[in-house]
T-cell receptor, first 112, second 110 residues
Framework: GEDVEQSLFLSVREGDSSVINCTYTDSSSTYLYWYKQEPGAGLQLLTY?????DMKQDQRLTVLLNKKDKHLSLRIADTQTGDSAIYFCAESITGGGNKLTFGTGTQLKVEL | DVKVTQSSRYLVKRTGEKVFLECVQDMDHENMFWYRQDPGLGLRLIYF???????EKGDIPEGYSVSREKKERFSLILESASTNQTSMYLC?????????FGPGTRLTVT
């Protein structure tokens, strides 16, 4: 079955790196995603990684995928107060469009 | 830029009312989705559609129906609203790889 888990909260100081972790259970996942949700807003697609990749970097964001352990992480370098938000991990399975299964979200708080 | 719009940001309805939530996308996406978001539960898929007049049940379809008469528009219908349907409703459209979300409708059923 599909189950995506994340820790609920993470607090970091401005300028430090943040690492948000996610575990998933479905080994047939094809894409894994990171979304950001600011207060009162919808979800913004940050980045995604194909399941045959180990790493993807996009400016301050680095995604690491350990397929053996079914572990996904999002690293935000030089975290800023504007990065404070809820971050959702999601997985998709091939077959029938792109149905996503989401984690419960990690609330990132950036302190001065 | 992809644009997904939802008809209302906030909505208050009474128990038993029929409620329509509208979603429109401007990128000619074939896939459209309705989710609800509740604290501690993340996003849960209600219904989705891969084409006009086509619909598939998601994980929690009970109490909801959908309509997709045109490619750009996907409507979520609460036939008889109940208090346990108070939630944030998020619409999304996508290409099969990337999925883009609207701003959400916060529905309160009293």
């Amino acid at each position: 079955g599909e189950d995506v888990e994340q820790s609920l909260f993470l607090s970091v100081r401005e300028g430090d790196s943040s690492v948000i972790n996610c575990t998933y259970t479905d080994s047939s996942s094809t894409y894994l995603y990171w979304y950001k949700q600011e207060p009162g807003a919808g979800l913004q697609l940050l980045t995604y990684i194909f399941s045959n990749m180990d790493m993807k970097q996009d400016q301050r964001l680095t995604v690491l995928l350990n397929k053996k352990d079914k572990h996904l992480s999002l690293r935000i370098a030089d975290t800023q107060t504007g990065d404070s938000a809820i971050y959702f991990c999601a997985e998709s399975i091939t077959g029938g469009g792109n149905k996503l299964t989401f984690g419960t979200g990690t609330q990132l708080k950036v302190e001065l | 830029d992809v644009k997904v719009t939802q008809s209302s940001r906030y909505l208050v309805k009474r128990t038993g009312e029929k409620v329509f939530l509208e979603c429109v996308q401007d990128m000619d996406h074939e896939n459209m989705f309705w989710y609800r978001q509740d604290p501690g539960l993340g996003l849960r898929l209600i219904y989705f559609s891969y084409d006009v007049k086509m619909k598939e049940k998601g994980d929690i379809p009970e109490g909801y129906s959908v309509s997709r008469e045109k490619k750009e528009r996907f409507s979520l219908i609460l036939e008889s609203a109940s208090t346990n349907q108070t939630s944030m409703y998020l619409c999304a459209s996508g290409t099969g790889t990337e999925e883009y979300f609207g701003p959400g409708t916060r529905l309160t059923v009293t």
